[in-house]
């Protein structure tokens, strides 16, 4: 308990430090005092009850429109940072500037005289300009939720074509349709998952790889999920591995399910199929969130190569790569292609993971890792949600 509330604090904290400082540059505009405290108390409110309750916070979703909910990630992952970041540098400024002045061996200079005219205007716009100030953060979070919402229900398609040596020539040119952290629930659009039913299905791709998170929290998804999953037309097979969020509710319950309708589930199996006339193994990992479990269990999966077939290893965690050594095509998910980016190569992604969205490695051994098709919180910046077609290339 007094680690959530040293938590509690840790976000509740900056909240209540720039609603104090942006108040008192309010002083006089009650109207604008209200707005802001209209803004920042349901905000405080929230970091607290996702802290104190996060049982229960975990289903705002259902009486809170969604649209406040981008609000909060906005405010909280992108301007918060940025304000307090401002606010330290402008008091390491005014520190420095007072440091200054007081070892000066010299006196301050006399500030040349102001004309009357000129010393109205200033006194009249220093009040407008901290209202200015205050109001910013609020209103770049307002304009932010207003981007990003239409994209909470959108994805991209992209092609990828990977070249392997290990790729018996029969086989250049199958096609995988990777899908990945689906996370059906809270944000699950119904018109969406149509629209990806019609993407994925339009790839005609001879196998359809799932990297896991197929629901988000709740086992009550699950069917709906399923159903999603079963409208699929994979014409070689289809099947799935693990990930951390399928396990939250119930993790032998949800393999339990997903086989009883059908669908095959690897979790730390394999299963052989045959594709143009060639053996393809597919092998799926378990989901482990320690470096070492990953690394043992994909090291138990490599026992299993059938050497007379093409191995895929699905794995939700991109990591996996490292392990699985004689395994020439990995497919993993999880990093929702780091979800909070500023481009490509900077933002979240590589600062959790080594490996993030794309394609890694080389002819001999490579890598795909998708953004993920779904949502665990509404916001994305430049890691937008996706379905891939990967091509495979024969390589002498």
Known sequence: MSFSFFVLGFLVGPNVLWWVW???RLRGRPRFRTALAVFMAPQVAMVAWIMLH??????AHAFLPEWWMVLTYVWHLLVMPFVLVSLLLLGLFRLGCSVRTAISSKSPAEPEPQEPDEQDTVKHRRPFLKAAVAAVPPLAAGLGMLASFPRLHSF???TLEVPLSALPPAL???SIAHVSDLHYGKYTDPAMVDRLVDAINAMRADLVLMTGDLIDLSLDDLP???AFVNRLDPRGGLFLCEGNHDLIHDGAAFAHDVR????????????TVLVRGEQVQVLGVRWAR?????AQWTGKLNEQRDPAAFPILLAHHPHCFDSALDIPLTLAGHTH?????LNERLGAGPVMFRYWSGLYGDQKRALVVSNGAGNWFPLRTAAPAEVTRVVLRSVL
């Open 54 to 59: 996060p049982e229960t916070a975990r289903n």
């Open 224 to 226: 709906a999920a399923l």
């Open 22 to 24: 942006a108040d008192r």
């Open 260 to 271: 009883a309708a059908g669908i095959s589930l690897l979790r730390d199996e394999s299963a």
């Open 337 to 341: 292609g780091g979800q909070l980016m």
């Open 156 to 158: 991209a398609s992209r």
């Open 172 to 174: 250049d040119g199958l």
């Open 290 to 294: 320690a470096e070492r479990s990953r």
